[in-house]
């Protein structure tokens, strides 16, 4: 019984020995030496020569590069003794196709070690086997797209390699964590980021993509097909836009445009080997061998253009035995020395030429890649770079980097449906019938979707031929509509897969009203939407002020109109959706107050907003004054009679005041910019610019303040030189009438201005308009020094056109005046903020509300309520209330705007200036600990900066490209958050 026992164990043992010996022999042997179904493969060496060099170059880095780490995990170092994912990736792919399992799970091992949190996906850069980072402060973290694609397609093939091991799962896993983290969508354009935390629309690497690989990704997950199949269509139109139209040399690093370098995480990228991120440099060298695995693999046309170009370049130019490691775009040359990243790579290019290309270019190649003793002219391949280019180049060159998981079906039944060119439904009617332009039936499946604005299947596969079209019915509405088409083997496994996909609209244009516009001069407007002629025949018009429908305004234009309002006009027609624009109409003109009485007799006319004195006349220009002042009572009149009003000054005056130039050049700086210039507006008037001599660049704030020298009157930013010549600053303050305002700047970046350093003389007077009194503190008077702002440029008067006002005899007309308007609503509101006001409402009353200070009316001009925006200084708020019977007016209600805060966090550690900023705003971390996140959002929430890397002691410049308004900055770090709130100008 025992002996029985002991022969069944060993048997048992032995049954386990095979099991695991089956386990570790991979399905495809080396070498395969297959044949490509596209391209050209080189016959000058057999077979066996061809492997024998692919096995001698692999033997070779291996030994080099190749570390086995303990506990069953490997790794691939460089010189300096770091793994890169990347090496990894490469790795990986060289040990799958070449059938060594131990070695494929031992880098498999070290990349599942050295994952990050976040996403799964491997830091870029490790020191050691034991994963510790290469640069300290978390500088070598997160994945690398390239190393996770090449990992990612390894494991792929290892699950046809071995298919009892995890790596379906596994390949699966990886593909999916890289749509979702190394991905992004630029202008509809599904663009691959250089990592999951690094790169996006401003910021590619077209090296690192990978169409070959998105294609195959699309048969392994299925329900990924049209992600993948899309980012592979994608991945050359950002390519070919980077490429030189006739080298086809691309860029190291690219935005989603094809702009060359990128910006943004771009600009983290230090230069590279043989020239700089807009050079064809060590980067970029590796695109053709990528871009020739989607030729050989699948026959992508874009694929073979790009590919025969650059083949085309080299025979014309330097030649396969002249290629240098580094170019410039245009072919020009950048260094002197070769390996073979470079001309390796080029070597594979030919594959997708011809016959003799790809003999001449792979015989120039192998012949003369050293990796040790006296290199010469030949190529220097003993570095870690090139040393692993070669290798894995070799294996595609040789015919043993196939796609083995998949049939690749002749292009004859993988043919891409062609929906054609998006339908807008506006002025039609349903069904629309949608034609994939393909053959279906036998062993095409043909697949319907709907993905906006929600997703549904339509038709499931089937291999019904009428499946190739669709027709779209009212019930299914707009939207997005996707059409697949898979070509199925005879077992029913799909073999290839073709998308495209179709917008169907029902909105019509936006009518585009344009900018907000000022009545003055003119004093009315015909308003009509500038791309009229995109409107369909059919369309129907309907204007709106304030909220109501203008009765009889039905028409695409509205003219001669004359009234500060919000003005909107929708667009309508069948079958579409209503669109709309607005435009609103501020005034520099007064609010005119017509008049009017049952009988003959004399009519008081007014005006209200001003602030200045204003001319009455008869005529809408020419003639005489009748009276002056901001009411006019007219001669006995019988009938309705018109009449104008001006301000006074007649159309506006100009003149210059104060000291015309620096005399001594005296320079302050620091804390001396606090220094006050006091004046007097002895009228309104604009303060056009003034006039500074700087001494040291930076940025300088000008400001205009209330007699308690804190309320803010005017603010305006500049970035200022230091040649210690004249700058003019554009001011446009408005400044009241008023005494004892104060002007005065501050300063950062270093900025300095001269002042007079003696003979000033005070006061500085442009007759009627502005006195300049002299200086606070006082002793600066005593010693005769003048500070900072010289030649003052002044106006007075807005020059607009003459604003009629109405004096109406009417039966109908009363004599009662409407009640004093009392103004309701709170006293002290925020920066930015939006608040309603009220009057009590009485029948047959118009109110006419103006506000000071930097508010905006929003919405309700004419009524009893209104919707203000307040700014950043004190603003005040008055209503006119008028009817037949005259006019009463408001005590004016004045409003304290409180300044916008930073919340707790690390407030302390940053300091972000100017704000507010009519340019854009800086950053200093010069204090703060570590690593820290940026995000930017606008007053909506929408998130404009997501994720923005910054460090301690750096500087970061953000927001020029921002338009006017309020921004919320947050800064994220281990420490601590904080938000501040920005104003741009």
Request: glycine share 12%; charged share 15%.
């Amino acid at each position: 019984m025992k002996k029985k026992f002991t022969l069944l164990l060993l048997c048992l043992v032995s049954v386990f020995q095979i099991q695991v010996m089956m386990a570790q022999t991979p399905t495809y042997v080396y070498p395969q030496n297959r044949s490509y179904p596209y391209g050209f493969q080189q016959n000058v060496k057999s077979k066996t020569e061809a492997s024998a060099i692919a096995d001698s170059w692999y033997n070779d880095w291996k030994s080099r590069w190749v570390e086995t780490c303990g506990s069953g995990v490997s790794r691939v170092k460089d010189g300096d003794g770091k793994t890169y994912s990347e090496g990894i990736g490469y790795g990986m792919l060289l040990a799958v196709y070449r059938g060594d399992k131990t070695l494929f799970d031992g880098l498999w091992q070290f990349y599942k070690n050295n994952v990050n949190n976040d996403h799964g996906l491997m830091h870029w850069c490790r020191a050691n086997c034991g994963g510790a980072e290469c640069f300290g402060g978390g500088g070598s973290n997160n994945g690398a797209t390239d190393g996770d694609l090449d990992a990612a397609m390894a494991l792929v093939i290892a699950s046809c390699q071995w298919p009892s091991g995890p790596y379906s799962n596994d390949a699966k896993s990886l593909i999916t964590k890289i749509k979702n983290y190394e991905f992004t969508t630029c202008n509809g354009l599904t663009v691959q980021k250089a990592g999951d935390w690094f790169g996006g629309c401003n910021c590619t690497n077209p090296s690192y993509f990978s169409p070959g690989y998105y294609r195959a990704f699309a048969q392994f997950v299925p329900e990924q097909s049209s992600f993948w199949l899309k980012a592979a269509d994608d991945s050359y139109t950002v390519l070919l836009a980077s490429a030189h139209p006739t080298t086809g040399l691309i860029p190291a690093w690219s935005d989603a445009n094809g702009g060359l370098g990128g910006s943004g995480d771009c600009e983290l990228r230090a230069e590279d080997g043989g020239g700089s991120r807009s050079d064809y440099q060590f980067d970029a060298a590796r695109a053709p061998w990528r871009i020739a695995i989607d030729y050989l693999w699948w026959g992508t046309p874009n694929a073979k253009s790009w590919l025969t170009k650059l083949t085309g370049w080299v025979k014309s130019g330097p030649g396969i035995s002249g290629i240098k490691a580094g170019y410039k775009r245009d072919g020009t040359q950048n260094v002197d020395y070769r390996n073979s990243a470079f001309t390796g790579a080029f070597a594979l290019a030919a594959m997708a030429s011809s016959q003799d290309d790809a003999n001449s270019f792979f015989n120039w190649w192998t012949a003369n890649s050293v990796s040790s003793g006296n290199v010469g002219s030949r190529l220097d391949d003993a570095p870690y770079f090139q040393n692993s280019l070669r290798t894995i180049y070799a294996l595609l060159a040789t015919g043993n980097m196939w796609y083995p998981c998949g049939n690749v079906p002749p292009p004859s039944s993988c043919k891409k449906p062609n929906l054609g060119a998006d339908i807008s439904m506006c002025g039609s009617s349903f069904p629309v019938t949608l034609q994939s332009k393909t053959n279906g039936g036998g062993n095409i499946r043909f697949t319907w979707k709907k993905t906006s604005p929600s997703a549904v299947t339509l038709v499931t596969s089937s291999s019904n031929a009428a499946d190739a079209n669709y027709s779209v019915t009212a019930a299914n509405g707009a939207g997005t509509y996707v059409v697949v088409r898979d070509s199925v083997d005879n077992t029913g496994k799909v073999v290839c897969t073709q998308t495209d996909e179709i917008v169907i609209s029902a909105t019509l244009q936006t009518p585009a009203l344009g900018a907000d516009k000022v009545l003055c001069n003119p004093a009315s407007y015909n308003l009509t939407p500038s791309n009229l002629s995109s409107f369909p025949s059919g369309t129907t018009w309907q204007w709106q002020k304030n909220g109501v429908n203008i009765n009889g305004a039905t028409s695409s234009t509205l003219s001669n109109v004359n009234e500060v309002g919000t003005y909107k006009l929708t667009a309508s027609i069948s079958g579409c959706n209503s669109t709309s624009d607005e435009i609103k109409l501020t005034s520099s003109l007064p609010t005119p107050v017509n008049g009017c009485r049952s009988s003959a007799g004399t009519v008081t006319l007014s005006v209200s907003g001003g602030t200045a004195p204003y001319s009455w006349y008869s005529s809408s220009s020419g003639g005489s004054a009748l009276s002056t002042g901001n009411t006019y009572t007219t001669p006995s009149i019988s009938s309705t009679t018109t009449y104008y009003v001006q301000d006074a000054s007649g159309g506006g005056t100009k003149g210059n005041v104060g000291p015309v130039n620096n005399t001594i050049g005296t320079v302050w700086d620091g804390n001396d910019y606090a220094y006050k210039l006091k004046f007097d507006a002895l009228s309104a008037f604009t303060l056009n610019s003034v006039t500074v001599y700087p001494n040291a660049a930076g940025t300088l704030t000008v400001r205009v303040l209330k007699s308690d020298k804190t309320t803010v009157v005017a603010s305006k930013s500049f970035t200022i030189s230091g040649s210690g010549g004249s700058q003019v600053l554009d001011l446009g303050f408005s400044i009241p009438q008023g005494t004892d305002y104060y002007m005065d700047g501050t300063v950062s970046g270093g900025a300095k201005l001269h002042m007079n350093g003696g003979g000033a003389t005070y006061p500085y007077t442009l007759s009627g308009v502005v006195s300049i009194k002299g200086t606070d503190p006082d002793w600066i008077v005593g010693n005769g020094w003048y500070l900072y702002y010289y030649n003052w440029n002044v106006s007075v008067g807005n020059g607009c056109a003459r604003l009629p006002v109405v004096a109406t005899i009417n039966a109908s007309c009363t004599s009662t005046p409407p009640v004093q308007p009392q103004i309701s609503g709170p006293d002290n509101v925020g920066q930015g903020e939006t608040v309603t006001y009220t009057v009590t409402q009485i029948q047959g009353v118009t109110y006419n509300w103006s506000v000071s200070g930097g508010a905006q009316i929003l919405s309700g001009q004419g009524t009893n309520s209104v919707v203000i925006k307040f700014g950043n200084d004190d603003a005040s708020i008055s209503v006119v209330a008028s009817n037949t019977g005259g006019t009463s007016v408001s005590p004016a209600k004045l409003i304290d705007v409180r300044p916008a805060g930073i919340n707790d966090g690390q407030a302390g550690s940053i300091k972000i200036y100017p704000n507010p900023s009519n340019h854009e705003f800086l950053m200093d971390l010069s204090t703060l600990q570590g690593e820290a996140i940026v995000k930017v959002y606008d007053l909506n929430s929408n998130l404009l900066v997501d994720q923005k890397e910054v460090l301690s002691s750096s500087q970061v410049a953000f927001g020029a490209d921002y338009p006017a308004g309020f921004y919320i900055i947050e800064l994220i770090t281990d420490k601590g958050n904080f938000r501040c709130k920005l104003v741009k100008q």
